[in-house]
């Protein structure tokens, strides 16, 4: 899951604790975050940044439910044909699991061979959230605990 380091971080998710993940626009996004279920862990990516990559984990700690920020005229995820009966948005609530020492950054990712497959670092990937298979998942977690 993508979040922009200066609207929550996961240092910010850590002091915080827990958080509403809201705001993904893009249909196919918002059906892998409908999917998740309680408990399901998730790689935290910055995104749009100077150092873009994998900077901890979090936790599903709601599942998916009406995006409020889509009813809400001052927020820049403000949706003009959401209505309180037709909200075709989700959000979740995450919580705080780990920070990485340091990000894993883009370069670092394209580099591993076990990761040529994932999603995230296909030509012209822009989701906010997509899968991660068993393998990946556990290809990153080998890189964060080198400390990289």
């Known amino acids: 899951m993508k979040s922009e380091p200066d609207?929550?971080?996961?240092?910010?998710?850590?002091?915080?604790?827990?958080a509403r993940w809201d705001g993904v626009r893009n249909y196919q996004a918002r059906?892998?975050?409908?999917?998740?279920?309680?408990g399901e862990l998730f790689f935290f990516y910055h995104s749009s940044c100077p150092?873009?990559?994998?900077?901890?984990?979090?936790?599903?700690?709601?599942?998916a439910y009406p995006d409020p920020t889509a009813l809400e005229p001052g927020s820049h995820y403000f949706d003009a044909k959401a209505s309180a009966e037709k909200?075709?948005?989700?959000?979740?609530?995450v919580e705080f699991v780990a920070a990485f020492p340091g990000v894993l950054s883009l370069a670092l990712l394209r580099s591993?061979?076990?990761?040529?497959?994932?999603?995230?670092?296909?030509?012209?990937s822009r989701l906010s959230v997509m899968p991660v298979s068993a393998e990946q998942w556990q290809a990153i977690l080998a890189l964060s605990s080198e400390g990289r």
């Open 7 to 18: 609207e929550l971080s996961i240092h910010d998710l850590q002091r915080l604790g827990h």
């Open 112 to 124: 591993q061979l076990a990761l040529s497959d994932m999603a995230l670092l296909q030509k012209g």
């Open 31 to 38: 059906n892998f975050l409908r999917s998740m279920q309680v």
């Open 87 to 93: 909200n075709p948005w989700s959000a979740v609530d």
């Open 51 to 63: 150092q873009p990559g994998i900077a901890g984990i979090g936790r599903i700690a709601a599942s």
